[in-house]
Every structure is written in C-alpha cells, then in structure tokens.
T-cell receptor, first 112, second 114 residues
Framework: EAQVTQNPRYLITVTGKKLTVTCSQN?????MSWYRQDPGLGLRQIYYSMNVEVTDKGDVPEGYKVSRKEKRNFPLILESPSPNQTSLYFCASSLLAGPTPFFGPGTRLTVL | AQSVTQLGSHVSVSEGALVLLRCNYSSSVPPYLFWYVQYPNQGLQLLLKYTTGATLVKGINGFEAEFKKSETSFHLTKPSAHMSDAAEYFC????????????FGKGTRLSVIA
C-alpha cells in the first residue's frame, strides 16, 4: 500500500530535549516536505527536499533541521525544542513533477 | 509568490442546506488546486483536485469545486449538508509543472446544525 508514515504519532517532551520525528514513504517520490499546522494559520511549510542530499527552507524553518540521506526518509529534527513548537506536524511526499502530495497521518507534539 | 485566501474562518449551515466554502488564490502561472478536509483529531484527506482539463471537479462525499480562472477562484460546494460534513476544510494551491510547495489557506471550519 502506498503510504507516508510518521513516528511517533504523539509526543510530549520538555524544553531543550532534542527529538526527531521520522517520515518515510514507499512511493519512490523525489519531493518531500514538512508542514506544521496551527489553529487559525493553516499549514505552513517548514522544510522541503527535492532529492537525496538536497534540502531547502520553507516558510517557517527556524528551530528545525532536516536531512535527506535516503530517498525514502526525511526526518525532522528539533535540537532544542521550545513551547512555541507545540503543533501538529505533517510530512508529505510527491513526484517532482507530479501535482498531488501524499500526506502522512500527522504527529502531535507538545513541548512543556 | 502564491497565496490562498479562504473567506470565513467559520461557516454554519443547516442540515440539508447548500454548503459553499470560498477560496481565492493568487498565482502567476497555471495552478494546481486542492481541497482537503480534516475531521477532528484526524489527518488530512484529499477531497478533490484540479490539475488540467474540466474545470468542474467532482470529489468524494458529494463535494465539487469549479476552477474559474477569470475570478482566480476554486469554491467548494455541496448541494445538501450532512451532519458528518462538520470538519475543517483547507484550500491549497501549487504551481503547475514545478517542484513548488503546496500553499494552504488558513482553513474554514464548517458546522452543520440539525
């Protein structure tokens, strides 16, 4: 089954404790991206990647890092999380020239 | 830069009434347009999309949307609202033919009153 998976689905952590949210897709998509969703703001892109070892900032990259060492994986790293990063995070993937992104199920992160 | 405006952060309709959720976009090149629905505590589900071809697009659950280039609009409609349609709806735009991000509107919460 074609899918984008994210882990963990729910996470409660404390300020400053490094964490990684994993994202994996099985569709051989080149393009992957991370979004955060906040009430009243919709979804905003954090980072994206057009292929292995190619990443770039989206609209709200501050406080986040990503890597793309393999085509299927695109982890989101918060090296020193802060409460303002409490949010719902979505990973998405698509073909580079394809119109439709596939979204993961979301990760709800709470930073205390 | 692309942008999406959804008119009305909250829309209430009676059960059986017409649902109309408005979306206007700005894009300097032909866009791909999407509507997503998010039920409480769930992820995003693609309702429908316009890429090329017919400008009236039918989606799941009886929803449809019409791409109107002259009005830069992609409004979502459903003839008769059902209680199960209560959710948040997001309009999104992506530039056709490129490796560009999907840009979302801020969302419209639909309430259906019995």
């Amino acid at each position: 089954e074609a899918q984008v998976t994210q882990n963990p689905r729910y996470l409660i952590t404390v300020t400053g404790k490094k964490l990684t949210v994993t994202c994996s897709q099985n569709m051989n998509h080149e393009y992957m991206s991370w979004y955060r969703q906040d009430p009243g703001l919709g979804l905003r892109q954090i980072y994206y990647s057009m292929n292995v070892e190619v990443t770039d900032k989206g609209d709200v990259p501050e406080g986040y890092k990503v890597s793309r060492k393999e085509k299927r994986n695109f982890p989101l790293i918060l090296e020193s999380p802060s409460p303002n990063q409490t949010s719902l995070y979505f990973c998405a993937s698509s073909l580079l020239a394809g119109p439709t992104p596939f979204f993961g199920p979301g990760t709800r992160l709470t930073v205390l | 830069a692309q942008s999406v405006t959804q008119l009305g952060s909250h829309v209430s309709v009676s059960e059986g009434a017409l649902v109309l959720l408005r979306c206007n976009y700005s894009s300097s090149v032909p866009p791909y347009l999407f509507w997503y629905v998010q039920y409480p505590n769930q992820g995003l589900q693609l309702l429908l999309k316009y890429t090329t071809g017919a400008t009236l697009v039918k989606g799941i659950n009886g929803f449809e949307a019409e791409f109107k280039k002259s009005e830069t609009s992609f409004h979502l409609t459903k003839p008769s609202a059902h209680m199960s349609d209560a959710a948040e709806y997001f309009c999104a735009v992506r530039t056709a033919g490129g490796n560009t991000p999907l840009v979302f509107g801020k969302g419209t919460r639909l309430s259906v009153i019995a």
